[in-house]
T-cell receptor
Framework: NAGVTQTPKFQVLKTGQSMTLQCAQD?????MYWYRQDPGMGLRLIYY???????DKGEVPNGYNVSRLNKREFSLRLESAAPSQTSVYFC???????????FGDGTRLSIL | AQRVTQPEKLLSVFKGAPVELKCNYS??????LFWYVQYSRQRLQLLLR??SRESIKGFTADLNKGETSFHLKKPFAQEEDSAMYYC???????????FGQGTRLTINP
């Protein structure tokens, strides 16, 4: 199905390792987002990209970097993973920042 | 600062009973509010938005600016309504979605 595709679906890392989560959308959306989902905390925005070539910090950007590689792809990188980054990560896209988002299936990341 | 609060982490009701999931917000401007739903093993998806004033799967939500609330309601719950529900606010200034903590709804047979 068309939509937002995230890879990988699951990953286990050791503290200090680096990792890039990939996200691609095929809906020609301008805006893309990365969220993390934690029990009792809901969904929190890490970074977003209003359009190709731009990225902005969200609510919890520390420890992460992003790259808007092109209009389709928006990757999230953990340079030195920490146990506090154990979470489920969701990528989303929308036509524009003022529209609701279409979400991917999520990546479950565990850091030991 | 903008904030969305869902006071109930867990809500359990019997099939056929009315259900109300609470959402309160704080926002200085004119809010744009949404409800998202995540069924088991499925991705998060939009359920409804306040500007549409529509009913989706029997759910409705009315924006009450006086009480700064956007509660989600359904008169007769069904087992397939069991899911995680998130209330979200579109921050027009920063142009991003702010989510509440989520409410896990369980419909008992």
């Amino acid at each position: 199905n068309a939509g937002v595709t995230q890879t990988p679906k699951f990953q286990v890392l050791k503290t200090g390792q680096s990792m890039t989560l990939q996200c691609a959308q095929d809906m020609n959306h301008n805006s893309m987002y990365w969220y993390r989902q934690d029990p009792g905390m809901g969904l929190r925005l890490i970074y977003y990209s209003a359009s190709e070539g731009t990225t902005d910090k969200g609510e919890v950007p520390n420890g992460y970097n992003v790259s808007r590689l092109n209009k389709r792809e928006f990757s999230l990188r953990l340079e030195s993973a920490a146990p506090s980054q154990t979470s489920v990560y969701f990528c989303a896209s929308s036509e524009a920042l003022d529209r609701d988002g279409i979400f991917g299936d999520g990546t479950r990341l565990s850091i030991l | 600062a903008q904030r969305v609060t869902q006071p109930e982490k867990l809500l359990s009701v019997f099939k056929g009973a009315p259900v109300e999931l609470k959402c309160n917000y704080s926002y200085s401007g004119s809010p744009e509010l949404f409800w998202y739903v995540q069924y088991s093993r499925q991705r998060l998806q939009l359920l409804l938005r306040h500007i549409s004033r529509e009913s989706i799967k029997g759910f409705t939500a009315d924006l009450n600016k006086g009480e700064t609330s956007f509660h989600l309601k359904k008169p007769f719950a069904q087992e397939e309504d069991s899911a995680m529900y998130y209330c979200a606010l579109k921050d027009g200034g920063a142009q991003k979605l702010v989510f509440g903590q989520g409410t896990r709804l369980t419909i008992n047979p």
